[in-house]
């Protein structure tokens, strides 16, 4: 049976036959269905539009079985002749098709139904005939694309026009070979696919387009210039037809030939105009207009690929772009602008910036080391400068606080930058020694004190929060702890201190920051203060069970010498019931801590006396000084300079203040003659009975409590005899430990455990020091070496 048609179905009942033609309108309703879910091998030929008098199927009519009726059997039988072509059957099919083809490319009406000729390519194909006519129908398509060539070659033909014309042939050529596959269609599901070495029939048309048009060298010539023109034009600004470029592009991309033929020489005009353009907008243009402009060309060429470039161009497109505007001119950008940038700072072009540079090689470090340079330059200004001492703590926390928010807002606080800005912060705020610990410590101090009401607690806790932050910097942090403690000391002994609460939470953040050693004295500080309070009410119990110390009060800090700073221990001549009630203090405060030695400081009293003027009584708030001068007068009226210091004692110099408070200040209890800011010699003073003052306790600023250069002198010079002291420990300990060392490994080893800055030819003083006292020795043989000596 192979190679025969499928016999028709025979039916059988009683001996007699009988056939019945099936309808043909029937057949051809299934023939599409049945065409796709038979297998190619077993596709049957249908003569029946050709041969009227062919074999049909017989149509078998529904009948019931009926209960005791006996089953009829089907028997199937080969037909008794094999069915035969008609005569010239492949010529006068190919005619017909060729025909239709031909109607096709010179959009004419088509003589036959799309059914008949889908029908007659089936039956070719069904014959073994699907060779010759794949290759008739190639040999007609490629003399279509032949003639089409000739509408190209004219030399004066616009660019405009061919593009257009070009535009035209390629939409024809699609159309027609949509239609000529769908007639085509089972030539194309059968011979093709069992043949892989030869083309489909869109892809045979594509390639037909693209050997005799598309690969003509003055045809793509032309049409790649016209294409590059166009967009050159529209890169001015120029308004240009998106969907011709669109068209042709992606006609070069389905012909395969988009890369060789078009992208090279894309990116070749690209990068000449954008250098071009890049190096002229250096020069005119700010770097703020710049960076908009690089960001704008970066989004336009981004629309260019959504709307007509090819997605595989976008790479190589978008990097070229930002290697001619941004990756030549890096140095240019950031030498140009990135200061008036900071300065601002203007934080929308910053991010710009930083974006735009985030998308090119090493554009991330050029701008992290030029943000590095702009730091250590403007902060270097702002401590350096003797003349902005007052304000530099101030500028400081505004500067990082500024640098912060650029890098947050406009860095996405990278972690480059973030490190950048600290090292900075630390190279700067250390140029200056000693001096920017200094006065942050007494930043603090004036914010801690009370009378600061600039502040909520809230503010106040965020504030030292960032002072902490710039005390991480600073090296010397042995020097922010002398002038902090001795301020410390002076808002607590004079009450001071704003908030108890504020003092133990920075006192907590200085002991996480350095560690207990760097705060116990501070600690004990705190814990003298509250013993103090519990040992005055347990003296005025006993005083109130023993019935003295009556009309006057007395309240006494005894003070840890090694916790406080060291005062000068000025003698005083007090008077007598002052005497009496101090040493009666005394006295109750030895019998209940035997072994211990009191020593009395009277720079640092302060007392409240009732004073009595001509319009009134008031209480005065003055120190001890000032309280002994004032005392002298309830016994004269009329006192010289010379009298009062011989009576009270009191350093020469701090007198002199003293008097200046009482006698030039805004509260003149006393009168001086002659008048004058200065206090001299021969000056006398008088008790001003006049004195007025609308408030009813005046307090009479303390001029001891004020810092002189003398006191800022004698603390710095503390903080370098204790760094003297420290760095002959650390070569005592690392020498008893290593026995034998040579110079520059002691001198390495010190750097590791020394804390705060300092340079080798202190610690060559110091190893002499050392030597001298014979705590270690030079090696015999090796001056070079040192070794301990036990």
Known sequence: MSGLPKTPVLVEEGGNQCRKRSQVNNEQSSKRAKLDEMNVNEKKSNFSLLTPNSNGAIKMSATTIKPGVATKKLVIKNFKSKPNLPENYQETTWRKLREA???????????????????????????????????????????????????????????????????????????????????????????????????????????????????????????????????????????????????????????????????????????????AEGQRLMRELSVAQYLAHVEKRLKEENERLLHYLDPSTKWQLIHTIERQLLSEHLTGILTKGLEALMDGPRLSDLTILYNLFSKVK??????????????????????????????????????????????????????????????????????????????????????????????TE????RLLDKIMVLFRFIHGKDVFEAFYKKDLAKRLLVGKSASVDAEKSMLSKLKQECGGGFTCKLEGMFKDME?????????????????????????????????????????????????????????????????????????????????????GNKELQVSLFQALVLLLFNDGDNL???DIKTTTNIEEGELRRT??????????????????RDVRDKDHFAFNNDFTNKLFRIKINQIQMKETSEEQKATEERVFQDRQYQIDAAIVRVMKMRKALSHNLLISELYNQLKFPVKPADLKKRIESLIDRDYMERDKDNPNQYNYVA
């Open 101 to 275: 083809v031909i109607a096709i490319q010179t959009s004419t009406a088509i003589a036959y139904s799309l059914e008949e000729l889908y029908q007659a390519v089936e039956n070719m194909c069904s014959h073994k005939m699907a060779s010759q006519l794949y290759v008739s129908l190639t040999n007609l398509v490629e003399s279509h694309v032949k003639a089409n060539i000739e509408q190209f070659l004219s030399e004066s033909m616009d660019r405009q026009v061919f593009l257009k014309r070009m535009d035209d042939c390629w939409r024809a050529h699609c159309r027609q070979m949509i239609m000529i596959r769908s007639i085509f269609l089972y030539l194309d599901r059968t011979y093709v696919l069992q043949n892989p070495s030869i083309h489909s029939i869109w892809d045979m048309g594509l390639d037909l387009f693209r050997h005799h048009i598309a690969m003509n060298t003055l045809v793509q010539t032309r049409t790649v210039d016209g294409l590059l023109l166009l967009i050159e034009r529209e890169r001015g600004g120029d308004s240009v037809d998106i969907s011709l470029l669109k068209s042709l592009l992606r006609m070069l991309s389905d012909l395969q030939i988009y890369q060789d033929a078009f992208e090279h020489k894309f990116l070749q005009a690209t990068e000449r105009l954008y250098a």
């Open 458 to 461: 809230e503010e106040l806790e």
């Open 531 to 615: 013993l103090s309070k519990d040992i005055n009410i347990t003296y005025k119990q006993h005083l109130a069970a023993s019935q003295e110390g009556a009309g006057l009060e007395l309240s006494v800090y005894i003070l840890t010498m090694g916790f406080w700073p060291t005062y000068p221990a000025g003698e005083v001549r007090l008077p007598g019931e002052l005497t009496r009630h101090q040493d009666h203090f005394a006295k109750f405060y030895l019998a209940k801590h035997s072994g211990r030695k009191l020593q009395w400081q009277a720079t640092l009293g302060h007392c409240v006396l009732r004073a009595h003027f001509a319009q």
């Open 640 to 642: 010289s300079f010379e």
């Open 362 to 455: 090493d554009g991330l470090n050029e701008l992290c080391n030029h943000f590095n340079a702009y730091i250590k330059k403007k902060g270097r200004t702002i401590v350096i400068e003797p003349e902005r001492d007052k304000t530099m703590v101030s500028e400081l926390l505004e500067f990082k606080e500024r640098l912060d928010h650029v890098v947050g807002a406009c860095f996405q606080r990278n972690s480059k930058f973030v490190y950048s800005m600290r090292e900075a912060f630390e190279y700067f705020i250390n140029q200056r020694q000693n001096k920017p610990a200094e006065l942050i410590a007494k930043f603090v101090d004036l914010k801690l004190r009370a009378g600061n009401k600039e502040a």
């Open 659 to 676: 008097l200046q408070s009482l006698a030039c200040g805004k509260a003149r209890v006393l009168s001086k003659a002659p008048r004058g």
